[in-house]
Each structure stands twice: as C-alpha cells, then as structure tokens.
C-alpha cells in the first residue's frame, strides 16, 4: 500500500506538466512550466519544486515518482543520439542501407529515403551463420569478433548494436559477441536483437535494435541526473517510467531496453482517454491531445487503446507510410501530426496559409510569449481571436503579449493575403482544426472505422482550445474535457498499469507445431516477465498473463494477433486456434480459405499489475441541471462572424455538478482554457467532466 504523495511528471516539446496526489485523501495538487529543451532533467526538476510548492509539501513526503518523456522520440528525430556500430552476419552488413525492396513511393523519382542511424564506416561483419530453424551453420570466428571490436574503438563509437542472422531463434551467438565486446571496449553499451526484438524480419528487427542502441545512453545519462537530482532535494521515492505501450515499468527496463519508450508521453494520454471512457461507458472514443510541438489521436474501443508494433518515427515524408524509421515495439496505435501551440505559420509559395509542422518549442516559444519569439503560431491566433487572456494563462503566471501576437500575424499573413489580422486569425484556427481532422479521419478509416460514430476526449495544454473545432469538422456529437485536461499524460501516469510485453519466435503450422515448445517459450517469457514486474512492485500475486500469437494463412505477409488460452496449449489446440483466426481474419477480410494450412510466426505475452494510484475521480453519477453564472465576459471571433462579439467567460473551478453552460463561451483553468463554439452545450458531470454537446455539425 502506498504512503504519501504519488508524482507524474510528463515532458513534452513547450511543456512540462506535473501533477501529484495524496494516496490518502485524494488531494491533487498540479504545476505546469516550460520545458528546457538544452537540459530536460532541468525542466522537470523544477515541476518538481513547483508542485511541491504548491501543495506545501516535503520531499520525503513523495512515495512513488511515474515519469514519461519525449527525450527518444526527439533524439531519433533530430538524430542526437550516440554514434553507434552496427555488427552483422558476414554477407549482411549493409541490411540497413538496403532496407526494404519497395518503395513508399513509386512514382517519385527524386525519392528521399531516412538515412541510416548506423553509418556505412561503422557498419561491420562477423563469420559466422545460424540456420532459420536456431542451428549452427558456421561457428562463431571469435577472432573476427576481436577484430571488430578495435574497428569500433578506433571508429569513435559510443554505442553497439548486435543482429546476426537467425539470432531471433538462437542468441547464443549474440550473447558471446557481447562478452567479447565487453572484455575489450569496457563498458560500451551493446544491444542484441535477441533480447531486443526476437523475431524475424530481418531490416526491422536491425533497425529497432540500432535505434535502441542510439538512444540507449542519452537514456541512462537522463535518468541518473534526474535521480540525482531528486535525492539532492530529498526526494527518495520510487521511480517508474511509462513505456510506448501505456504502462509503468522500472527503471532498469528503460535503461536496457530504452527504444520501448519512444512514445511515451502520448501513451500516457491516452490512458487518461481510455480512463474517461470507462468511466461514461462510451465503446467508441477518439483521443485528442494537442500541446505545443504535436497533436496526437488515438482509438480507444471497450475502454482500451489500441495497440500496434508497426511503428515509425522520423519519416523524410510526414504522411508517408514507409519513409521512417521502423521501430517494432508495442506503441498505443497514435496519429501525431506537427500541430501544435507553437506551430509556426506561413504561406506557402502557392500563397495558400500553412500551418506546421514546425515548431518554435519552449526557447523562444509563440510571439505573444514575449520571450523574443517572432513567427506567427497557433497560439498567437488564439490569443488574438479571444479565446486565451492575456492575463490568466498559466494561472497568471505568464503574461502574453497580445500586441506582439497581432504583430506577428500582420507580417506572416495578414499583410501578404491583403486580409485583416482577424480574419488572418480564424484562417489560421480553423486550418489546423482541419488537419487535424482530416488526420483523424484517415487514421480511423484505415483501420475500417467511421469517425462519426465516436465520442471525442480532448485534453493536453491546447487541446481544449481546438477540440470543439475539431469535433465539428469530424461531425461528432459529443465532446469530453476531463478536469485537468491541460496536464492529460501527466494525469495518464497515475492511471496506467505496470506492464510489460515480450514475444519469441517459432514458426509452424498449426498442425505440426512442437507444442511443447510452444508452452516452454510461453514459460520462460512469464519468468522475464514477473521478472521485470516485481522489480516495480508488483507482489506475484496481482499479475495477470494474456497470451496471443501472430497467425497468417502460409504464403501471405500480414499476420493477424490471435487471443490464446491462458495455459494447456497441446495437439488437439489446433482446431480451436484454427477457428479463433478465420472468425478474426472474416471479420476484417469478409472471407477464408478453407483448408489453406495456418502458420504462427511469434508468441507474445502481456503482464499487467494493478496502477500504483487509485482512480483519481470517483465513478459518474446522476446531476440536477442549472444554468452557470459566468465570472466575465470578452470579444471573440468565431467562424461566420463579420465581427468579434462579446462572450462570456467561467471559471472552472467554481463550476458545479450540473452547471450547464451554452456556447460560445470559453470555460478557464490554470493549464488550459475550453472553447465551445455556437451552438454547444456544455454540463459538468457528475465528476467533474465537461460534457459538450455539438449541434448544428454541418457548420464550418
């Protein structure tokens, strides 16, 4: 049972966002300020200190630490992590500058593929070869190993990635090329595909375990000054990170497999959008989490998001399938594009206004910041059309500049187009509303789902200010604004589970598969597994195991996750594995091929324990509804109007169970604001949630 106060911390692009929680008496106390990009341990430290001031607590009052972060998604985008070696099987080194035989696109010529994390000097062989079934070929020539490793040190490496052929069947070779390595180069960092990724595909399978070996000590460095931090003010809690799949792990698990957290604090909103939709019993939600840098949406079905393992990051194409990085790792299944806050805005040579997907962070951060920013932002638009105050953003905290913001906008629109800095405003508010939307839409429907069956949960610093727009243009229903929606993933870390997931390769038929093999594979994930979850405290007891295979029918190349029983697997499994891919694959393909042989491919297994903290709100009840009195009023500007008009302001805090407020009209709180539009009705729930109600959809 914990004791104390329970702290996330989530590091995003423009902000860093804490929130912390009495284990006891349910007391939530939260701090939001920027991110500092030249030293993100910095950042957080101080979200530390400001939270801590705010709830008039001590240091040694903070139990439990959960933390998520952008720092290996931003270091494999702006290629800042270390320079690392790649060694393969001879014949194979050059697997990550051949990639993949098809093209993402084939009709461009002048194509630009993603360049290598590994390059060519640092790419090396090694004799030896298994056989696809783990069995040696060729032994390992350790001498060649020897000589490998003097290539690296006088290459300059600071990091090496392993991935001999086959390896994903056998890592014995593996294991010995990192002893070797170690005996010679110290304590380099060395990652293996077989503890990494153990399964085939080999150009996948390489470049997941070079980004893990890229990002791996930027990782460690990270972690040890924010510890050291932490107990330099007297914080001695313990600490968890949150993993791209949505849960908590230790520590140690990060720092050895540090790629599994590349999208970490996204995952972690979406687990804050998976917890409201649980909570209202919606079956369909689409999370909305915009900041300052990223908007990101997720599908969240029965109360859970959806989970992928094809993943990309830093695509040369931000729309293109196929022009990044693979990554195979467990990921919540997240479209992020570049609009956020701080996205600059410009017009384009065709004189159309674009938005993103650049972005001017948290140094010098929007005009209107007064921080020496000088581009036109989202931020500065909102700003300018009245949705944000000049005097109440971030509590008060930070004073914004509305005079630059007209300013910035005058000169990066207005003036070019001959348009007002009004109507230049709303152009800019209502495009970025619009990618994003579109953005959804082809996220939903590439999955085979209509967005407008879905409830929408919008949350993240600007998230808000955006979401009603972005509903409308979705033409959804309902929207939901959790309470402090501004600080979302940060939220996300008190709710999310600890987790862990691992597969292994073995591929056969169904009908001719060692199924003996099958439950000793399963039984020695669950003993990595329980591994990694008591060292996040989970008692032996709270753990539960779900088993799920990759089938396909033999001959395809897209394998279908199918749920398993959770012991006993055995010769007389088949048939019943056999019905449980055909209902799975008609569902999706509207058809089978009868008697066409079923191959598994990989074994994976998921290990959940319960959250450390409780549900932070309690479960929704019925409310008696009446009308709210707003605190104030000021201009603003929606879509449609000649002029801006004067419209009325709440504040969140003193909105009850049941208020119910008509739009437009902007509902204020430290971390965010919420805009609803003409047309919108909003109530607060029995939790807390504003609920709004969109009509009149067909409107712009």
Partial sequence: MVDGWILGVDIGGTFTDVVMVNSKSREMKRFKCLTTPDEPARGALEGVDGVLAEASAKPGGISVLMHATTLVSNALIERKGASTALISTKGFRDVLS????????????????????????????????????????????????????????????????????????????????RQLLQEHLGGMPVSLSSEVLPELREYERASTTAANAYVQPLIAVYLQQFVDGLKQRGVNASLFVMLSEGGMAAPDVVRRLAVRICESGPAAGAVTAASVASQRKLPRVLSFDMGGTTAKTALIHDGAPEITMDFEVARTYRFKKGSGLPLRVPVVDLIE?????????????????????????????????????????????????????????????????????RKAIERAVAKPLGISVNEA???????????????????????????????????????????????????????????????????????????????????????????????????????????????????????????????????????????????????????????????????????????????????????????????????????????????????????????????????????????????????????????????????IDGVGNIVVTLSGTDQA
């Fill in 337 to 405: 594009i570049g609009a956020g806050g701080g996205s600059i805005v410009r017009i384009d040579e065709l004189g159309l206004v674009k938005v993103g997907p650049d972005s001017v962070g948290a140094d010098p951060g929007p005009a209107c910041y007064g921080h020496g920013g000088e581009h036109a932002t989202v931020t500065d638009a909102d700003l300018v059309l009245g949705y944000l105050d000049v005097n109440s953003f971030l509590g008060g905290r930070m004073h914004l500049d509305s005079d630059a913001a």
């Fill in 425 to 683: 405003a709303l152009r800019i508010h209502s495009i970025v509303n619009e990618n994003m939307a579109s953005a959804s839409r082809v996220q939903a429907v590439e999955r085979g789902h209509d967005p407008a069956g879905y409830s929408m949960v919008g949350f993240g610093g600007a998230g808000p200010v955006h979401a009603f727009g972005v509903a409308r243009c979705l033409r959804l229903r309902t929207l939901i604004i959790p309470p402090s929606a501004g600080l979302g993933s940060a939220v996300g870390l008190l709710l999310a589970p600890r987790t862990f997931r691992l597969s292994r390769t073995f591929i056969g038929s169904l009908d001719r598969l060692d199924w003996r093999r099958v439950e000793a594979l399963f039984a020695e994930m669950a003993k990595e597994a329980t591994v990694a979850l008591r060292s996040a405290g989970v008692a032996n007891s709270e753990i539960t195991l779900h088993r799920t295979a990759d089938m396909r029918y033999r001959g395809q190349r897209k394998e279908l996750t199918v749920d398993l029983p959770s012991s006993g697997l055995k010769v007389d499994s088949a048939g019943a594995l056999r019905k449980s891919f055909e209902k799975l694959y008609a569902k999706i393909y509207h058809r089978t091929h009868d008697d066409h042989p079923i191959e598994a491919l990989a074994w994976r297994l998921i290990a959940k324990g319960p959250p450390i903290s409780k549900q932070t709100r309690a479960r929704s009840r019925t409310v008696r509804t009446q009308k709210a009195k707003p605190q104030s009023s000021r201009p603003m500007l929606f879509a449609g109007w000649s002029r801006p008009r004067n419209c009325e302001v709440y504040t969140r805090y003193v909105l009850k169970n049941g208020y119910t407020v008509a739009g437009p009209a902007v509902i204020e709180e430290i971390e965010s604001t919420t805009v609803i539009g003409p047309g919108g009705k909003a109530i």
């Fill in 98 to 177: 051949i990639g993949r035989e098809k093209k993402f696109d084939i009709y461009d010529l002048q194509i630009e593929r993603p360049m290598p994390l590994v390059p060519d000097r640092l790419s090396f062989e090694v004799s030896e070869r298994l056989a696809p079934d783990g069995s040696v070929v060729d032994a390992l020539d350790e001498q060649s190993v020897i000589e490998v490793a003097n290539a690296i040190r006088k290459g300059g490496a600071e990091a090496v990635a392993v991935c001999l052929l086959h390896s994903y069947m056998n890592g014995a070779h593996e294991a010995r090329v």
